[in-house]
């Protein structure tokens, strides 16, 4: 099988699953940039929803091709795949209070759905597969920076069914030669992120006017990336040959603790504000992954990439996106949202 890079997306046939979500809205706009041939698998609804992709202008829309179907279906996306050089895989479930209820539906979206991209790429010759990952894999941090020998840990399951999910992707790189790549972001965030994360969480309080801002745990840290920076990392990661058959972190290499940010966000918007620790917004405590802090070393090495936002720039890009109010009525800041 042809395992070179991708030197160049235009003109090329490129399929990313879950463009109808927040990294993979802003990777189809990334890639329609670099003048590649969009095509973008989206959940199939009733209401004919194609997600944030419904929020982008005219123009970029009708260069897309819209594909509407459910992961899960092995027929529906080898038909996706048909005729595609790259293919980017972000469709999951990704909300962590709801896989503690729900595992079932994340092990069929998340391990199954991945395991049927792989098969058709198998099966169809397709030139790249990234199969993307999630921090929450390592847990939390054993060691610092975390690099791409930490050990995994499923503290919930969510995470188990990304591991399970990364690891099926990996037996097929060795089983079968398949060229994956296995794309690792850390935690990203930025215009149109759900109001399940806490980013969106802190700032649609507070555009709402609420003075008490309700959290979850405040001591544990996380490493940020601008949603911009993310998506480059996708691209850069599936141009360079020398990241096949690797699994590679896209992180900012700092962490800031969640208290600690909230605060930045509510000195930027209402410095009167305060924060409010909420139990029901706390995780169970073997399950709350206490440290992420990532080593970005390996994808500045094979793929030449760098964050190009800093934690003060993006913040103040989302914030601007979120003060919009047709954006900001989008979201439900009065309810806890898992």
Do not use: C
């Not at 790429?121 to 199969?131: E, F, N, S």
């Not at 309080?205 to 601008?226: H, S, V």
């Amino acid at each position: 099988m042809d395992k070179s890079g991708i030197s160049g997306f235009s003109k090329r046939k490129i399929l990313v699953t879950g463009a109808d979500g927040f990294i993979g809205s802003h990777l189809v706009e990334a890639l329609l940039e670099k003048g590649a041939k969009v095509r973008a698998f989206v959940f199939y609804n009733s209401f004919n929803s194609w997600g944030w992709l419904d929020t982008l202008p005219k123009s970029k829309l009708d260069s897309i091709e819209v594909f509407t179907g459910d992961i899960r279906d092995p027929n529906g996306v080898r038909t996706a795949m048909k005729d595609v050089d790259v293919v980017f895989h972000l469709a999951a479930l990704i909300g962590i209070p709801f896989s503690y209820h729900s595992p079932d539906s994340y092990v069929d979206t998340n391990i199954k759905g991945t395991l049927n991209i792989l098969q058709a790429a198998r099966d169809l010759g397709t030139k790249r597969v990234l199969v993307t990952s999630t921090s929450e894999v390592y847990g939390t941090a054993q060691y610092v920076p975390i690099d791409e020998k930490h050990p995994f840990q499923g503290q919930s399951p969510y995470s188990a069914s990304k591991i399970g999910a990364d690891r099926m992707a990996e037996s097929f790189y060795k089983s079968f030669d398949l060229p994956v790549t296995i794309v690792r972001p850390f935690n990203t965030y930025g215009p149109r992120q759900s109001a399940r994360a806490v980013i969106p969480t802190i700032i649609t309080q507070l555009l709402n006017g609420f003075e008490e801002i309700k959290l979850g745990a405040l001591t544990p840290t996380r490493d940020l990336t601008f949603v911009k920076d993310t998506a480059r990392g996708f691209i850069a990661l599936a141009e360079s040959d020398q990241t096949i058959g690797k699994e590679i972190n896209i992180a900012s290499k700092a962490e800031i603790s969640i208290g600690d940010l909230a605060q930045k966000i509510i000195d930027l918007i209402n410095p009167d504000a305060r924060i409010k620790s909420d139990d029901t917004r706390i995780r169970p405590e073997k399950s709350e992954v206490e440290r992420l802090f990532g080593d970005n070393k390996l994808i500045r090495e094979l793929a030449g990439w760098k964050p190009e936002y800093s934690l003060d720039e993006g913040l103040k890009k989302t914030i601007e996106w979120f003060k919009d109010k047709k954006n900001l009525a989008g979201y439900k800041a009065g309810i806890y949202n898992v």
